[in-house]
């Protein structure tokens, strides 16, 4: 069973720094290329950015809103995901998910496996 | 980017009623379309990918349709379970995009 567990979310000062992280399971996470997406409080959903697999040479992607202060990350040796949060604002204030892309029958799509988020405030 | 408009933003409706929520892509963006459902305080749901197939488990109920730049997101006959926050979401391109939800609630 694929898992996502997100970790490290909190209160943080604008201007801030915080790093998030996402364990998997459950998959070979090495494979796949992995998203992040976030959720304002009463909000709709906002993509973040995407980091894909090894053989795709780890390259990125990015919402203009975070580009340039967040980055994607990824340790395969670990199963591990980060996003690192540089200048945090208070509009950055939402839940944060981890998520991972499917492929069923070579026809592969976007946010198929969700984790249950983690809440990142900025406030002073 | 590409701007994605749903319609309804939300809706009215009763047990055993057909709904329908529509979602149009700014400009065309083949058959890469998710649709996902959310219940509050909970992480979205995968219903729907490539506009019309339907995710392992989901029930019959739910459909999709479309193709270029209008796509619609059918439940056929509606159950107490799926009052809930429908969100579209193009994969053509980036950055990734989402229409603004649907909310449908119990009439």
């Known amino acids: 069973e694929v898992q996502l567990v997100e970790s490290g979310g909190g209160l943080v000062q604008p201007g801030g720094s915080l790093r998030l992280s996402c364990a998997a399971s459950?998959?070979?996470?090495?494979?796949?290329?992995m998203d992040w997406v976030r959720q304002a409080p009463g909000k709709g959903l906002e993509w973040v950015g995407r980091?894909?697999?090894?053989?795709?040479?780890?390259?990125?992607e990015y919402a203009a809103s975070v580009k340039g202060r967040f980055t994607i990350s990824r340790d395969d040796s670990k199963n591990s995901l980060s996003l690192q949060m540089n200048s945090l604002k208070t509009e950055d204030t939402a839940v944060y998910y981890c998520t991972r892309v499917g492929c069923t029958a070579g026809l592969c799509y976007d946010l198929a496996y969700w984790g249950q988020g983690t809440l990142v405030t900025v406030s002073s | 980017d590409i701007q994605m408009t749903q319609s309804p933003s939300s809706l009215s409706a009763s047990v055993g009623d057909r709904v329908t929520i529509t979602c149009r892509a700014s400009q065309g963006i083949s058959n890469y379309l998710a649709w996902f459902q959310q219940k509050p305080g909970r992480a979205p749901k995968p219903l729907i990918y490539?506009?019309?197939f339907l995710q392992s488990g989901v029930p019959s109920k739910f459909s999709g349709s479309g193709s270029g730049t209008d796509f619609t997101l059918t439940i056929s006959s509606l159950q107490p379970e799926d009052f809930a926050t429908y969100y579209c979401q193009q994969y053509n391109s980036y950055p990734r995009t989402f229409g603004q939800g649907t909310k449908v609630e119990i009439k």
């Open positions: 980091i894909r697999n090894k053989a795709n040479s780890y390259t990125t």
């Open positions: 459950g998959f070979t996470f090495s494979a796949h290329y």
């Open positions: 490539a506009a019309s």
